[in-house]
């Protein structure tokens, strides 16, 4: 069943048969089952149903493209807010829904994400009619960084956009009561810390968005990230003192027959959803509920199933219940966790006394750690090193003492005085353990790999763990394998680049340009992405801390090329700056200038614009102009040159170019025919933001570019581009995969090519 569910839900998202197609399946299934009474069609029925849900999650109320940038009126409900000083986020539950322009027709949508700027006071709960200008719910696409697409698609939402002020939004009803709510409104009042609030409201309501930034990086860097977060550890903990407080009762009313009394672990597994549903019943909890519910059942003995059994019926009904589940991290980190455990204690005599809990734990965070800390690298690029350790200290501390200590407060909270008591030493509990992980984390800082470690580097600690976990084995056996595993591991070398070979990154970043080049000696930037009227910098997104660039070629100083100058400063370290001059830009740098150039081993960097005396020109006109040629191969990255400087130097290109970063993001004062004629481009990348207010790139460039026998790419709608230029040819790769279908260049109504096949 729960590979038929899981079956299902993959074709779904694939694509294939339409929903009424897979709907069809589905009723044939149901009714061959009742049929032949038979468990194939059966299963046939359930993943056919999961298509069909596949199907419909994947498109139903997205926002489609001809709608982006309309304004439409919402009135709905607020949820998930997060407030920072600078703009209000939430989801909005949208109850109905009007369009405010003639042409626009409302999407049949439920949930979209909104930004509102200077947002008067908010509460999860409360109905809302606003206006708000929608587009797809896309994000920016690069390489090896999060996958904002696939999160939004997973989160089920169909649209994102910001609160207009015209109309003026309206508070139409107040958050109805719910006992979350509640409790989290007397938390305001209570006598704790800032971070003792914002901790206890996570562990015990699962309120995750009370956590600051700063909390959140801290548990990454840790490994603690799941202590906060309503999980198996929270759930299970519930249904344990249920499971032991009712078995006590049982004993006291029916002294001899309390050990056939069903009702206590009923009673668990109520306890179990009943908290899940306090903590607002979001996946994680639902998931932990389910999971707490069928190890109930497994553990009482009464028809039960096996461990094994219980493993895969729990996931088939999550995937039932959930059927977007397979494609968040969170259910193969809880169930490949749970696997570990049931064959890590498998035949196995329960632990007894202190000394033999105190070894159980550690032999279970031995074999645990590897496999965990591999799946974590793999789903979300970063590894704590030390967090096995951390872990061994903290999850006994916050499970078996601080947990029950903000539950008791929450018992005691008609009498104050009685919860300040217990949440006192939480209070002290939860500085102490902030100190702590604070301390470790700047002892054993999180690691993030490079994109090419995290296979070798996650393979090694898979096999590291089944070495110790497979049973059976003598210590002998195990020790030379992993001896042999170690020895591989730090003799590792990064992959280089062949000779001659140059790869061209054309970095999505919305409205600007940001482009990375790596030779086999060399890396080195055009231009450093936009800075969006938030402070947000694109170029935060694509690397992790402390990366290495020999030159930073910054264009001119327009906030959409030289955006990004303050996070490479403060994050990475450049060797070399080069920029125009008359521009303010704030760094110490070389001036570009036409005829200046550097060599390496494979090829040549040559800047042909701007002239000596930049500062008496137009500014876009000032523009470093750069040409790099590699192994025969060439690339042309012009900036935001206009027609007339291109007309000054597209006479000296001599040959055609494999590679054009075209001007101005496509602008139709860029591009000119001239330039067209010289360069006769093999394959040209416009890097523009989605729905921009400019119309980049313009119809007639684009027009003018297909003519010439050129290929067309857009990051608007391919993501990023990746060029590599090598002495076996030319190759071109998009990030956004065809899965999310292939999109066209420009606006189909101005010129209908497509982006690259």
Same mark, same amino acid.
């Given at each position: ?225 799941? &202590?906060?977060?309503?999980?198996? #550890?929270?759930?299970? !903990?519930? %249904?344990?003192?249920? $499971? /032991?407080?009712?078995? *006590?009762? +049982? ?109 159980? &734990?550690?032999?279970?965070?031995? #074999?645990?750690?590897? !496999?965990? %800390?591999?799946?974590? $690298? /793999?789903?979300?690029? *970063?590894? +704590? ?373």
């Amino acid at each position: 069943m729960a590979l038929a569910a899981l079956l299902g839900v993959g074709c779904g998202a694939v694509g294939g048969l339409t929903l009424l197609g897979f709907e069809a399946l589905a009723l044939v299934g149901l009714l061959l089952a009742l049929w032949r009474r038979a468990p194939w069609p059966a299963l046939a029925m359930i993943a056919a149903f999961h298509c069909a849900h596949g199907v419909e999650a994947a498109s139903a109320g997205r926002v489609p493209t001809a709608l982006a940038g309309h304004d439409f009126r919402l009135v709905g409900t607020v949820e998930q807010l997060d407030v920072d000083a600078r703009r209000s986020r939430f989801r909005l539950r949208v109850r109905a829904c009007r369009a405010l322009d003639e042409e626009a027709v409302c999407p049949p949508f439920t949930l979209v994400r909104l930004s509102w700027y200077g947002a008067p006071a908010l509460v999860n709960g409360e109905r809302w009619a606003l206006s708000a200008r929608l587009r797809e719910p896309l994000g920016f696409a690069n390489p090896d960084t999060f996958d904002y697409d696939a999160w939004l698609w997973r989160e089920g939402i169909q649209a994102l956009g910001y609160v207009r002020d015209s109309p003026p939004a309206k508070r139409e009803a107040p958050a109805s009561f719910t006992l979350r709510h509640q409790a989290l409104g007397q938390l305001e009042a209570v006598s704790l810390s800032p971070r003792a609030k914002r901790w206890l409201a996570a562990l015990t309501l699962g309120a995750g968005d009370r956590l600051t930034d700063e909390d959140w990086a801290l548990f990454n860097a840790t490994g603690t990230t799941h &202590l906060m977060v309503i999980s198996g #550890l929270h759930i299970g !903990l519930i %249904a344990t003192l249920a $499971l /032991l407080l009712l078995r *006590r009762a +049982a004993r006291l009313v029916s002294p001899w027959h309390w050990r056939m009394a069903a009702w206590p672990w009923w009673g668990a597994g109520a306890a179990a959803f009943g908290y899940a549903a306090l903590a607002g019943f979001g996946p994680p909890a639902l998931r932990a509920a389910i999971m707490a519910c069928v190890g109930l059942w497994a553990a009482s003995g009464r028809h039960a199933p096996g461990w094994w059994q219980a493993w895969w019926l729990a996931l088939a009904l999550i995937v039932i219940a959930d059927p977007l589940a397979p494609w968040r991290p969170g259910l193969w980190l809880s169930f490949g966790a749970v696997a570990v455990l049931i064959i890590a204690w498998s035949g196995r005599p329960r632990p007894r006394g202190l000394r033999g809990w105190l070894l159980a &734990l550690l032999r279970t965070q031995w #074999l645990l750690a590897p !496999l965990m %800390a591999a799946a974590v $690298l /793999l789903a979300f690029g *970063r590894l +704590a090193p030390i967090s096995p350790l951390v872990n061994l200290v903290v999850v006994p501390l916050v499970s078996s003492v601080m947990v029950p200590l903000g539950f008791l407060g929450w018992l005691a909270n008609p009498w104050p005085a009685i919860a300040a008591w217990a949440w006192w030493p939480f209070d002290q509990l939860v500085q102490v353990v902030a100190a702590f992980l604070s301390w470790v984390s700047t002892q054993a800082p999180l690691w993030t790999p490079a994109p090419w470690w995290r296979w070798p580097v996650a393979s090694g600690l898979l096999i590291w763990g089944m070495i110790w976990l497979v049973p059976g084995l003598a210590l002998r056996t195990r020790l030379l394998p992993a001896l042999m595993l170690i020895v591989l591991m730090v003799t590792l070398q990064p992959p280089r680049l062949g000779e001659k070979t140059l790869i061209v990154t054309v970095h999505d970043v919305g409205q600007g340009q940001l482009v990375e080049l790596r030779t086999r000696y060399r890396r080195v930037l055009i231009d450093t992405g936009p800075r969006f009227v938030s402070g947000f910098m694109p170029a935060a997104l694509q690397w992790p801390p402390g990366q290495q660039f020999d030159d930073v070629v910054v264009t001119h100083s327009d906030i959409d090329h030289a955006g990004g100058i303050e996070e490479l400063l403060r994050e990475h370290h450049v060797s070399r700056w080069w920029a125009p001059r008359g521009n303010e830009l704030a760094i110490d740098s070389q001036r570009c200038l036409a005829g200046e150039q550097w060599q390496d081993p494979d090829g040549t960097w040559q800047f042909l614009s701007p002239p000596p005396h930049a500062e008496r020109l137009e500014r876009n006109d000032r523009s470093c102009v750069m040409l790099i040629t590699i192994g025969g191969h060439r690339v042309l990255i012009t900036g935001d040159a206009s027609a007339a400087r291109e007309a000054i130097f597209a006479p000296g290109l001599g040959s055609p170019v494999d590679l054009l970063v075209a001007g101005h993001h496509g602008s139709e004062t860029s591009s000119s025919p001239l330039l067209v004629e010289a360069a006769r481009p093999r394959e040209v990348v416009f890097s523009s933001g989605r729905g921009n207010p400019f119309g980049h790139p313009a119809p007639s460039v684009v027009a003018r570019f297909i003519a010439a026998g050129s290929r067309v790419w857009n990051t608007a709608y391919d993501g990023a581009i990746r060029v590599t230029l090598s002495p076996d040819g030319v190759r071109v790769q998009s990030q956004r995969h065809p899965g999310w279908g292939r999109r066209m260049a420009v606006d189909a109504h101005a010129v209908g090519v497509e982006s690259s096949p």
